[in-house]
């Protein structure tokens, strides 16, 4: 068998556990894996000392891009991707402008991931009271799945769903075969928290974090699930915060009803002390919990309840950033490059998360569940998509080593464990010794036929 390239001496993570062989790859594909494949003029890379880890699928990202490229964009967002050991991503339907709700704005984000994305890329629909007659033609035109908001997204061009539009939605979903992805929180008790907290004056990261609290996710994850349930739709809870929410969501998958379960890096790697102290760059919605709370969310997480870890890298330039009103931030995370780092430093190293279960988590789970059988595992006949990470070593992130547009990722100054020396997708290097290839382009992913279950 003849190679393109051989990946020699590294120690692939797989779903069978740790395995030291090389991989052999022609075409984009692994085509062969072995304790020692033979060399000779075949072009190589010395993995010796690293690990091989399947190249991290981001189901979660807001690159925004076209309408508000500024805030981020394809190609310096799958820059950070790829220096964090990503090789695919899904992008959501909103913030660009106008938000992907039909089949031309569903083409114009594709043409722009085309021409600006260094990685493969699935995109999102968005469902909303505005679009549900226009499902049809984006499942036609390849989304990943539907995005649904039970809360006011901070956008008024993507408005929240009501219980009649999240039913109906799920029903169509459905029908088509796709799952659809919802942020859970009550538009009601947020909305309702807020007008007291701001009617009294409040402006601080403690009164905003006080306006959402993990009741207001638990009743909208209660009421999306229940909605899945009577209607058979492939339901996916995006960023749960709390472990309280995956609890919940996690025992109603044991009655039957066809649900995954998102959580992010902030939530496991922040407490709501770290927005006081750290500021805009640490609100989202929901917001950072308590240590408890956390220590529950790694709880659940350590017992596989919990089926993917995306980054909602969320990004937006600094004068949206910048207020003493705390209420006025833009609420969103930049985090698209540290999703591995997070899960191998307080997940693998802290913890004791086994690197298959990383490897789950970041690759091969947001794969199955959203239908593609070429990506997130090294296997044969499996696109060549992996990491080549160094466990020894140790690194502080500094915002010089940031890639994305506005570098106002949270975790700079952290400690971790576990550094991302190269990146290829399909084959070619896009990232590897600090250096990228901006000659590479991503292709659009489109799902297959069937929904799995979790």
Known sequence: MEFELVVRGGTLVTPAGSLHADLGIAGGQIVQIAEELP?????????????????????????????????????????????????????????????????????????????????????????????????????????????????????????????????????????????????????????????????????????????????????????????????????HLVHLSSGAAVALAFEARQRGV???????????????????????????????????????????????????????????????KTSENFFALWGGISGAQSTLSVLLTDGHFRRGLPLEAVAALSALNPARRFRLPQKGSLQVGLDADFALVDLGREFVLEREDLQDRWKQNPYVGGAFRGQVRATYSRGRAVYQNGQFDDSVRGQLLRPAHAVPSP
């Not at 990943?144 to 039913?167: C, N, Q, R, T, W």
Request: net charge negative; charged share 20%; with cysteine.
């Open 39 to 235: 060399g000779g003029s075949v072009q190589t890379l010395d993995a010796s000392g690293l690990h091989v880890f399947p190249g991290v699928l981001d189901d979660h990202v807001h690159f925004n891009e076209p309408g508000r490229t500024h805030w981020e964009g394809f190609e310096t967002g799958t820059r950070a991707l790829a220096a964090g050991g990503a090789t695919s991503f899904f992008d959501m339907p909103l913030n660009s402008s106008p938000p992907v709700l039909d089949l031309a704005t569903f083409e114009a984000k594709r043409l722009a991931a085309e021409q600006h994305s260094l990685l493969d890329f699935g995109l999102w629909g968005g469902l909303t009271p505005l679009n549900l007659d226009r499902l049809d033609e984006l499942a036609a035109a390849g989304v990943i799945g539907f995005k649904a908001f039970m809360s006011h997204s901070g956008l008024d061009e993507f408005p929240a769903v009501d219980d009649a539009s999240l039913y109906e939605g799920l029903k169509t979903a459905k029908r088509l075969g796709l799952p659809l992805a919802t942020h859970a929180e009550s538009d009601g008790l947020t909305r309702h928290f807020t007008a007291q907290a701001r009617g009294a004056g409040g402006q601080s990261a403690r009164h905003y974090l006080q306006t959402r609290p993990v009741l207001a996710e638990l009743e909208a994850v209660q009421r999306a699930l229940l909605l899945a349930q009577d209607t058979g739709a492939a339901l």
């Open 258 to 320: 066809d649900v995954s379960i998102e959580t992010c890096p902030h939530y496991l790697h922040f407490t709501d002390d770290d927005v006081e102290r750290v500021g805009a760059a640490l609100k989202c919605a929901p917001p950072l919990r308590s240590k408890d709370a956390q220590d529950q969310l790694w709880t659940e997480l350590l017992a596989g309840h919990i089926d993917i870890v995306g980054s909602d890298h969320s990004p937006a330039p600094p004068d949206r």
